[in-house]
């Protein structure tokens, strides 16, 4: 597929053509996103109280121009993708893929059974095409908090920038599902600082209350902000997962 990000049209014909191609509730969005650029609080409970309707709204081909705008970022999907091949899981799942950067670049060094779910439609279509080359890849439009895949279905369960999205009573619903699924390895990028887009999560020091041993854990390299950056994995197996999934005595 074509991968050039090409530059914008003027305003009034953006979003002339938002209107036409994706109807009114995505021009609306464009249209608060603008306006409320300057008023986090605002835009937080206006724009981002649903994330499903918003990464449905925001995702596909906006999502992905933002995206490949940003060598960070690709540096980022590079540098995760490295530090996963170093597990040699022969199965992944990655909860909230969206256009499949990060799937991208584990099938190019890994030889795994690859597997993507993402609750935005906008986002899977654009992962099916932009994953195209690599047709083996499973993608499935699911919430991450109620996963359709029976305990212990991969190798190796990752999260690039996901559950920060979530309220905390769904980020933990998130969190404990992809540890029922996952047999080896949970590997999260999650920033812990919160700001107007996003809540902050500690992923780290959640796995470490719950005495779960991590194999590594530290700021990525590549990001901005390495106060709040993070990468962390941790090390499951029948006695860890029930440190979690199990009801405390
Ligand atoms: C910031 S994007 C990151 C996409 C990808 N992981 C990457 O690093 O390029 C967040 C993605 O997570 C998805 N997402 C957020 N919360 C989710 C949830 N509860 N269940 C499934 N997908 C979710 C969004 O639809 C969006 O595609």
């Not at 979530?166 to 949970?186: D, L």
Request: net charge positive; glycine share 6%; hydrophobic share 35%.
């Amino acid at each position: 597929m074509d991968l050039i990000v090409r530059s914008q049209p003027i305003l009034p014909l953006r979003a002339w053509s938002a209107l036409r191609t994706r109807g009114p509730g995505y021009a609306w969005h464009k249209v608060l996103r603008r306006l409320l650029s300057r008023h986090p609080n605002w835009k937080r409970q206006l724009l981002y109280a649903d994330p499903r309707a918003y990464w449905t709204h925001r995702g596909g081909n906006d999502y992905f121009r933002e995206q490949e705008g940003q060598p960070a970022r690709s540096q980022r999907a590079a540098w995760i993708a490295q530090e996963v091949a170093k597990y040699r899981p022969t199965s992944i799942l990655e909860v909230g893929c969206g256009y499949g950067k990060l799937l991208d670049e584990l099938s190019v060094r890994l030889d795994a059974t690859l597997c993507g779910v993402d609750f935005s439609p906008t986002q899977l279509e654009y992962a099916q095409r932009f994953l195209n080359r690599r047709s083996s890849i499973r993608l499935v439009l699911s919430r991450g908090e109620r996963l359709p895949f029976p305990d212990d279905s991969f190798d190796l369960v990752v999260t690039s920038a996901v559950i920060l999205h979530n309220t905390p009573q769904v980020a933990e619903r998130i969190r404990r599902e992809i540890v029922r699924v996952a047999r080896g390895f949970a590997a999260h990028n999650e920033e812990t600082g919160e700001s107007y887009n996003r809540f902050g999560y500690d992923t780290a020091r959640w796995y470490r209350e719950h005495n779960v041993p991590l194999a590594e854990s530290g700021p990525i390299p590549a990001d901005l902000d390495q106060r709040t950056s993070q990468f962390c994995v941790a090390r499951l197996d029948p006695v860890t997962k029930a440190r979690i999934l199990l009801p405390k005595p």
